[in-house]
């Protein structure tokens, strides 16, 4: 769960808080650390070496929900993240997709992968990314996700900043 559990789609409050994360500091070095909400310890923040992840948005939960139901839930979910994609494409110019397949298969093999992405997959974000970048001002990346755990978790849509190239990992097209 998230800070953001309850809280109906803003797009206008999403856009707003990704375009600030071009100004938020994000750490040169150190260990990743997600950070929870005191009072409820509900994921607010993960920061890692070169980057920042945040919930813009959560679902409700999904328990007891079945089709049709659970397919309007995930069309909700990628229909905010097309809404938010399109609004940020006006802004920076048509986003790129990095797939995170490979990156997921590395990891459930024991391989190590790039902080960021155990970030991402530690927080449940499995979604491919939609990217812009280096966006001015500074040159930074940004991108955003819809994750989903498994079974009953609701859907999350997410916002990275990164101060290094996101791009998808080497040896997609071929095998492992």
Do not use: C, K, Q
Request: aromatic letters at 6%.
């Amino acid at each position: 769960m998230t800070s953001r559990a309850g809280e109906d789609f803003d797009a206008e409050r999403a856009l707003a808080e990704v375009t600030g994360l071009l100004a938020v500091p994000v750490p040169a070095t150190g260990p990743t650390a997600a950070e929870g909400d005191p009072a409820t310890g509900e994921w607010t923040v993960t920061v890692g070496e070169g980057f920042r992840i945040v919930p813009l948005w959560e679902g409700n939960p999904l328990t007891g929900v079945y089709a049709p139901e659970w397919n309007d839930a995930e069309e909700a979910a990628e229909g905010h993240l097309a809404v938010l994609a399109g609004a940020l494409d006006g802004l920076w110019g048509p986003h790129r997709p990095v797939r995170l397949h490979v990156a997921l298969l590395r990891r459930e093999a024991g391989t190590p992968v790039e902080p960021l992405f155990e970030a991402l997959f530690a927080e449940d974000l499995y979604g491919d990314l939609v990217v812009w970048g280096p966006v001015a001002p500074g040159g930074r990346w940004i991108a955003l996700t819809v994750g989903h755990s498994d079974g009953d978790a609701p859907l999350v849509l997410a916002a990275l900043v990164s101060d290094r190239p996101v791009t998808e990992p080497e040896g997609g097209d071929g095998p492992l």
